[in-house]
């Protein structure tokens, strides 16, 4: 589903279960590998082993596949894609209708209609044409060519295709996190691929602590290089770049994965990087790479316009140097 990634500063995450210390909680450790990338869970959950939470989790993870994956064919996302079925079930539904919300914020940067488009640039596990038709393609993206009737996904046109890997992993990670409460617990970090969702504290008993990466092209470490650390008791984080997933075509120009669904063309600007925390990580997810798609000086205006917005940009300068700039809702939650 998406490849955007943050890195977590985690103070402690060695033993699968340790012992509890000054009287707080037990905390449960769960590492592997979930949607195809990364799996990170800490939680102090109760009557249930690490290995029937993990069995758990693989169940979750299957779920979520056969429902919004765009890379298995058989999932019901490719299956309404291929026009087989019109009937969605509750997470298509609930994507669908956030990315609206959300596509309603952006003057049409956010669209999840663009998969036609994607896939023409060699993104989403596809072959790049050599000369996509852009033109063409654009007369079946839009967010108002689509809509739910009841349980029924109705397309203005049959070749209209959805592409939630701007949010289908954030809205799992939220189920998730709704899983380890049902186990218990109470103070908890979930992270799929680098994007969190946490609440309550860690094992010191202080906010978990977060690191975004530094996005210089083709930063592949597994969190070596940081820009900041974020200090977050509740809510979801993620962060959206391009930075990761790009390549230069025949001509050397930069084509980047975000792409603008108004022009069909890669979005490159001076924001490297985006750092949204909100209540959910499925709308910190929508919500980065809405802002990345706008660009650096539309995103600055988007946040003015959204008071209470937790964002945190970083841009290119001069030379080699990064800018920064934090919205004032997310100061309080960046670590000096």
Same mark, same amino acid.
């Given at each position: 589903m998406g490849n955007k990634r943050v890195r977590g500063a985690w103070a402690v995450v060695a033993a699968v279960v340790l012992a509890s210390c000054a009287g707080r909680p037990d905390y449960t450790t769960v590492d592997g590998v979930m949607l195809g990338t990364t799996l990170h869970i800490v939680a102090d959950v109760?009557?249930?082993?690490?290995q029937e939470?993990?069995?758990?989790v693989m169940d979750l993870d299957r779920e979520a596949k056969a429902? !919004?994956?765009?890379?298995?064919?058989n999932s019901l996302l490719s299956r309404l894609n291929r026009n087989q079925t019109d009937?969605?079930?509750?997470?298509?539904?609930f994507n669908l209708r956030l990315a609206d919300s959300i596509g309603a914020l952006s003057d049409g940067r956010y669209d999840v209609t663009v998969k036609p488009l994607v896939e023409a640039w060699g993104f989403a596990g596809k072959e790049a044409q050599a000369h996509p038709n852009i033109d063409s393609i654009l007369t079946f993206v839009g967010r108002e060519k689509v809509h739910i009737e009841g349980n029924r996904l109705v397309k203005a046109d049959p070749r209209v295709q959805l592409d939630f890997n701007s949010v289908a992993k954030g809205y799992t990670v939220d189920l998730l996190a709704a899983l380890v409460e049902r186990f218990g617990?109470?103070?908890?970090?979930?992270?799929?691929?680098g994007e969190v969702r946490c609440r309550g504290v860690n094992r010191q008993g202080n906010p978990w602590r977060i690191g975004v990466e530094t996005p210089f092209?083709?930063? !592949?470490?597994?969190?070596?290089?940081?820009?900041?650390?974020?200090?977050?008791?509740e809510g979801g984080l993620a962060t959206s770049g391009n930075y990761r997933r790009f390549y230069l075509d025949a001509d050397g120009n930069k084509v980047a994965h975000t792409i603008d669904p108004r022009?069909?063309?890669s979005v490159v600007s001076r924001l490297l990087s985006v750092t949204v925390v909100a209540p959910t990580c499925a709308e910190a997810d929508a919500l980065g790479t809405m802002f990345l798609a706008m660009g650096a000086d539309d995103a600055r205006a988007a946040v003015d316009r959204m008071p209470g917005v937790k964002v945190y940009f970083i841009l290119a300068g001069e030379g080699d140097a990064y800018e920064e700039y934090v919205s004032p809702a997310m100061k309080p939650?960046?670590?000096e």
């Open positions: 109760r009557d249930a082993s690490a939470l993990y069995a758990a429902s !919004m994956s765009i890379f298995d064919e009937t969605v079930d509750r997470h298509i539904a617990a109470e103070n908890y970090i979930v992270d799929i691929g092209d083709g930063n !592949m470490s597994d969190g070596e290089y940081l820009q900041r650390r974020i200090s977050l008791s022009t069909g063309h939650l960046i670590l």
